[in-house]
């Protein structure tokens, strides 16, 4: 990165630290009910809850990697700037971390799919993230009436191979759409309290849960929405829902890891039974 332009990335930090006020409409998730609310704060509000020594003006770089379908690669988003995208680069844009965005989506996927495929432990050699977000929209196991056993399995085989990377893992779930927030909304929280029991299995610092569609579902109900502000189609959001997921989840993401970078906390996993 050229010098002028750290500079000037540094400065416009400092600002962010000394000046400027953020709106925050995301809440801290409880431990056991991951219950969200709404809140506001000012930015000295908020960087008075950072974790210490995460304001720094050097900047570092990282790579996130992102393991999910089509939701997750920014379908119905006219240039597929997913909820997902738009977070990471609202943390290069504000924070001292630029973040290298690696898109390993699979449109039409799962992961039982994807571990079919064994695809993950080469991308994870090859690309060497220091984050992968895992998020899956769920709704073609839905579809497909993915057995709970073969889905837990693969899901955990998803968190295994990337805790054994040095990667911290983020499992985000997707914004709200007409099928989850409808008719497949019972199956699809079922799938998503599996991912929760899976995650806790391993029993390792370095596996952070965000429930964005619970938050995206909150801040809905309190500004009288519903899906049909944020439809692209019944199976996705539209770039509306895209903004919206990927304000949440940067919210979410500064409220969980302050303004520095998010790193790995040594080898701190055990090992998940299958």
């Not at 738009?86 to 504000?94: H, K, P, T, V």
């Not at 690309?127 to 895992?134: A, E, M, T």
């Not at 964005?212 to 909150?218: I, R």
């Amino acid at each position: 990165m050229k010098p002028q332009k750290v500079q000037n990335k540094v400065q416009r930090y400092k600002k962010i630290r000394n000046a400027v006020t953020y709106v925050i409409c995301a809440a801290a998730l409880v431990l056991g009910g991951w219950a969200l609310a709404k809140v506001q704060t000012s930015n000295k509000a908020l960087l008075e809850t950072t974790p210490p020594n995460s304001l720094q003006d050097k900047l570092t770089t990282e790579k996130v990697m992102i393991i999910g379908g089509s939701m997750a690669h920014g379908w119905k988003d006219p240039n597929d700037d997913s909820y997902l995208k738009r977070a990471f680069a609202s943390l290069s844009d504000s924070t001292n971390t630029n973040w290298v965005y690696d898109d390993r989506t699979t449109v039409g996927g799962s992961p039982v799919i994807l571990q079919k495929k064994e695809t993950l432990q080469t991308w994870l050699n090859k690309d060497k993230p220091q984050v992968v977000v895992i998020s899956w929209g769920l709704l073609n196991d839905v579809y497909d009436k993915t057995p709970m056993n073969k889905f837990n399995a693969a899901f955990k085989d998803e968190i295994k191979k990337s805790l054994a990377a040095h990667a911290v893992v983020l499992i985000v779930t997707s914004p709200v759409t007409k099928a989850t927030a409808l008719y497949d909304h019972d199956q699809v929280e079922q799938y998503i309290q599996n991912e929760v029991k899976d995650a806790s299995a391993f029993h390792s610092k370095n596996i952070y849960f965000i429930d964005l569609n619970s938050t995206m579902s909150t801040y809905m109900k309190a500004h009288n929405q519903t899906w049909q502000m944020y439809y692209g189609d019944s199976w996705h959001p539209n770039q509306a829902g895209h903004e919206l997921g990927g304000k949440l989840l940067y919210n979410e993401l500064i409220q969980t890891f302050g303004t520095g970078p998010i790193l790995y906390k040594g080898n701190t996993a055990k090992s998940a039974q299958s």
